[in-house]
């Protein structure tokens, strides 16, 4: 964030421009909120679609011509409907905890900008008492170099910028990887059977195909879904939370005000004009 000085800004300009930079702050905080939660749901849809195309694929292999007049099609799709849900609910669960630590990353970024931009003020400020003062050196004073923190600031701005892409995008890899086989790829573990057993296992899909199904599709979804429950979730000591944007709103407004109305820089706004 790069702030564009002039000294013939007035209080009325100085006032605006503190207002609109701290409201630059927050919709930008605010904007990267929404895309992480954005990120988050279009991840588990894409997640959920593919789990949704393997199951389909599946039982085609098992039966091409089972459909809704097929017994038992309805135990099916409802086993297959709630299956799907508990996918969806440890996913969004299994997302808690990485938006939470991306809305934390955000709230540091809100408190360096505005630390930033306090550093620029306070480098206008005394740059023209820089100029009409002798310089003199006071070994005992130690010296207040504000461009270097302002540089300083402007790279921490960079980098934190740069975390919150790299949490979304290892957000996105651990959705992928979740619930996931051994071979990291989307599977409903069944095995190609060999030559010698094709026409027996053709009978059996046909005539006992609702049985085939729950073991060798359904039931090691259910089986994976479970363990991801025990192994991963169970880590996280919250329930699953819908992501509240007033709330953040709130976080972020208070992380800004605990920066913009510290006592060193009321000082400086007050002698800008801005307070």
Not at 65 to 93: H, P
Not at 224 to 239: A, C, G, H, S, T
Request: with cysteine; net charge positive; glycine share 2%.
């Amino acid at each position: 964030m790069r702030i564009k000085t002039n000294d013939k800004d007035t209080s009325i300009v100085q006032k605006n421009r503190y207002e609109n930079v701290k409201n630059e702050i927050t919709l930008t905080a605010i904007l990267n909120c929404v895309y992480a939660q954005k990120i988050s749901n279009e991840t588990i849809q894409t997640k959920l679609n593919h789990q949704i195309q393997s199951i389909e694929t599946a039982i085609n292999r098992i039966n091409p011509k089972f459909g809704e007049k097929s017994k038992n099609y309805d135990k099916i799709k409802e086993q297959i409907m709630d299956i799907l849900s508990q996918f969806e609910a440890n996913l969004k669960q299994f997302c808690v905890v990485s938006d939470n630590k991306i809305q934390e990353t955000i709230l540091q970024k809100v408190e360096l900008e505005s630390q930033l931009f306090m550093a620029v003020l306070s480098k206008e400020l005394l740059e023209p008492n820089e100029k009409k003062q002798p310089k003199q050196k006071d070994k005992n004073k130690p010296k207040q170099n504000v461009k270097n923190t302002v540089g300083t600031l402007e790279r921490e701005v960079r980098k934190i910028t740069q975390k919150i892409n790299e949490l979304n995008e290892q957000k996105v890899k651990k959705i992928f990887d979740a619930m996931e086989t051994e071979n990291k790829a989307i599977s409903t573990q069944i095995r190609k059977p060999r030559t010698i057993k094709k026409i027996t296992k053709f009978f059996a899909n046909r005539f006992n195909t609702y049985n085939v199904i729950m073991k060798t599709v359904l039931e090691p979804i259910e089986h994976r879904i479970d363990e991801f429950k025990i192994n991963e979730l169970e880590k996280v000591d919250f329930q699953n939370q819908e992501f509240d944007l007033k709330e953040m709103e709130e976080k972020i407004n208070e992380t800004e005000k605990l920066v913009f109305e510290n006592e060193e820089n009321k000082i400086i706004s007050q002698k800008l004009g801005i307070l």
